[in-house]
C-alpha cells in the first residue's frame, strides 16, 4: 500500500513537472542554436560534435512520444468517461420506465375496445380453457364479434370456453335505461322491448358460434345469459381469473325512435362507444391491482347467483289464432 502511494504521489510529480521539463529543455536547445549562429567557436563545436546533435533529436523525439501518448491517454480517458455516462443514462432511462411500469400498474391501464377484443381473441387461439364473465348492456358490441373469433379459432379438441353474460332484466319496468318524462326519468316499455331484442341477439350469436365450433372440431363452447333487475352502469369483463377490463356507461338523451306521437320525447340511454377508453387490470400488477381484480370478481358471482336465466321469447301469434 505504501509503495504504491509512493509510485502514485512520484507519477502525480512527473505529471505535474513533465510540462515545465519539457519547455525548459527545448528552450535550451533554441538558445544553444541562436548563441551558435553568432559565437562561431560554439557553433564550430556543436557542427563539429554530431553525438550532441542526436542526443538532442534524441531528446526532442522522445518529449514528442510523450506529448502523443498523453493524448492518447486523454482520448482514452474521455472514451471511458462517455461510455460511463451513457451507460448511467441507460440505467436511469430503465429506471425510469420501471417507474412508469409501476405507476401505469398502480392507476389502471388504459386499452381501446378493439384492444380488449384482441386480448381475448389471443387468449382463446393460445389456451385450451378460457372463462369470460361479462356484465354489460345487451352485448352487442361484442357478441357478434366474439362469435366471429370463436368460429375463426384452430381446430382442437381440448378446448373448453365458458362465456357467462350477466344484463339488466328488460322485461320489468326500469328507468335506466328509460326515457324522459317532465325532466325526470321514467320507465319506457317500447325502448325496453328495442334493448331486449338486442340482448336476444346476443344470445343467439353465441348459440351459432357452439354450433359452428362443435360441428368443426373447435372445441365446447358453455354459454349462459342471466337477467338481473338493475341499471347496468359498469361494462365489465374478467378474462379467466387474473384479468379485469371495466368502464362506465355513459348516460345519453336521444331521440325516441319508438315514439308515434306528435309530441318529441327523449330516451335515457347508456353508451359505449368503441373510441372510449377501458381500464385494465391484471392480478400481478401489484397489491392495489390484485384487490380491484378480486373485488370486481366477487361483486360479479354475487350478481350471477342473484340473477335468473334470459326466458326465451315469446313467439308472436300467427294470424288466425
Not at 513537472?17 to 528552450?27: I, N, P, Q, Y
Not at 440505467?91 to 417507474?99: D, P, T
Not at 325496453?192 to 346476443?202: D, E, H, M, Y
Not at 379485469?244 to 336521444?254: D, G, H, I, S
Amino acid at each position: 500500500m505504501a509503495e504504491r502511494t509512493l509510485r502514485s504521489r512520484v507519477a502525480a510529480g512527473w505529471a505535474r513537472a513533465e510540462g515545465t521539463v519539457s519547455k525548459t529543455v527545448l528552450l535550451a536547445v533554441f538558445g544553444l542554436n541562436v548563441v551558435a549562429q553568432f559565437v562561431r567557436p560554439v557553433g564550430d563545436a556543436l557542427q563539429d560534435n554530431v553525438y550532441v546533435g542526436g542526443a538532442l533529436l534524441s531528446l526532442v523525439g522522445f518529449l514528442l512520444y510523450a506529448e502523443v501518448q498523453r493524448l492518447n491517454a486523454a482520448h482514452e480517458t474521455q472514451r471511458e468517461v462517455t461510455e460511463h455516462l451513457r451507460d448511467g443514462i441507460r440505467v436511469l432511462g430503465e429506471r425510469i420506465a420501471e417507474l412508469g411500469s409501476a405507476q401505469r400498474a398502480a392507476s389502471g391501464a388504459h386499452i381501446t375496445r378493439e384492444q380488449l377484443l384482441a386480448e381475448i381473441k389471443r387468449e382463446l387461439e393460445g389456451k385450451d380453457e378460457v372463462k369470460l364473465y361479462v356484465m354489460g348492456f345487451t352485448g352487442e358490441n361484442t357478441a357478434f364479434r366474439l362469435k366471429k373469433a370463436l368460429e375463426e379459432l384452430p381446430a382442437s379438441t381440448r378446448r373448453v370456453v365458458t362465456v357467462r353474460y350477466l344484463v339488466p332484466d328488460l322485461d320489468r319496468q326500469i328507468e335506466l335505461p328509460g326515457r324522459v318524462l317532465d325532466g325526470k326519468a321514467a320507465d319506457a316499455p317500447a325502448f325496453r322491448a328495442v334493448l331486449k331484442r338486442k340482448v336476444v341477439n346476443s344470445r343467439n350469436h353465441l348459440q351459432d358460434a357452439k354450433i359452428t365450433m362443435a360441428a368443426d372440431g373447435l372445441g365446447r363452447l358453455e354459454f349462459e345469459v342471466r337477467v338481473l333487475h338493475m341499471s347496468p352502469v359498469l361494462n365489465l369483463y374478467l378474462i379467466n381469473d387474473d384479468r379485469l377490463v371495466e368502464a362506465p356507461y355513459a348516460a345519453k338523451k336521444t331521440a325516441d325512435r319508438q315514439n308515434r306521437t306528435t309530441v318529441p320525447r327523449k330516451v335515457l340511454d347508456l353508451v359505449m362507444d368503441d373510441r372510449r377508453l377501458l381500464t385494465r387490470w391484471h392480478s400481478d400488477d401489484g397489491q392495489r391491482a390484485a384487490d380491484t381484480v378480486s373485488d370486481r370478481r366477487e361483486l360479479f358471482h354475487t350478481l350471477w347467483e342473484l340473477a335468473r336465466p334470459l326466458p326465451d321469447p315469446v313467439p308472436a301469434p300467427h294470424a288466425g289464432d
